[in-house]
């Protein structure tokens, strides 16, 4: 029987202690099949219709079919996620092919990742400059770094780090703030180009040595090659 971790999903070797992906320790899997929810309980069938509310956002996203009321379906899924929090704190989903366990803060980390994905998606098409165009990339990286919080992924790291590198390449940082993947804030005043490089540079390492064989590593990679230090 496959094992999968506690906190990803992540599929692991039968023998290991620690995630490989999020690093979580692992405990008996026994102490964890408690908490599996039949899929007719009121928390379940609210978890599931949120799954496939944010299914359906991520596939119109990914498929560019369109952008405007996507938003609205999240709402709708964040609102259905917290009554299952609600009725019972444990509930989860199990995939029926893959055995993957989802919780709550899974699904509402990928709400925080496709509500940044919408914002990013139309900051690029718009090529927003200046210091709106900061501001815009900064509350965009807010996004991504809430999803991280709740669930580790390479994803959101990556794309919270491409909002660092779009932050810098503004050419608006005189006196602004720009947040770090730690969460805290560098000032440049006056503006430094060669500071602001440095961090969009760190920033995409970070995905790399945190993932190192995953493909936002080597999206990463490619990025830091834009990059003149």
Do not use: W
Not at 68 to 85: F, K, T, Y
Not at 198 to 222: C, G, M, T, W
Request: hydrophobic share 35%.
């Amino acid at each position: 029987m496959p094992k999968f971790c506690i906190e990803c999903g992540n599929e692991l070797t039968s023998e290991a202690k620690f995630c490989s992906n999020c690093g979580k320790e692992q405990v008996e899997q026994k102490e964890q099949n408690i908490s599996l929810q039949k899929t007719t309980s009121p928390a379940a069938i609210n978890l599931k219709t949120a799954f496939s509310l944010i299914s359906r956002v991520e596939d119109e996203l990914i498929n560019n079919r369109r952008i405007a009321g996507l938003d609205g379906e999240l709402n709708d899924a964040v609102i259905l996620i917290e009554q299952a929090r609600n009725i019972d704190s444990n509930v989860v989903l199990v995939g029926e092919e893959s055995g993957k366990i989802l919780c709550c803060n899974d699904l509402l980390s990928h709400v925080f990742f496709l509500r940044g994905r919408i914002k990013f998606n139309l900051l690029f098409i718009h090529k927003m400059v200046g210091p709106s165009g900061q501001l815009e990339y900064k509350k965009t990286q807010e996004l991504f770094h809430k999803s991280y919080e709740l669930r580790q992924d390479s994803s959101s790291l990556y794309y919270e780090a491409s909002c660092i590198y779009y932050q810098v390449y503004t050419k608006s940082l005189v006196g602004c703030m720009i947040k770090g993947l730690n969460g805290e804030e560098v000032k440049f005043k006056p503006f430094s180009p060669h500071e602001g490089r440095e961090l969009a540079y760190n920033s995409f390492q970070k995905v790399i040595d945190l993932y190192p064989d995953h493909e936002y590593a080597i999206e990463a990679r490619k990025m830091q090659m834009k990059i003149d230090l």
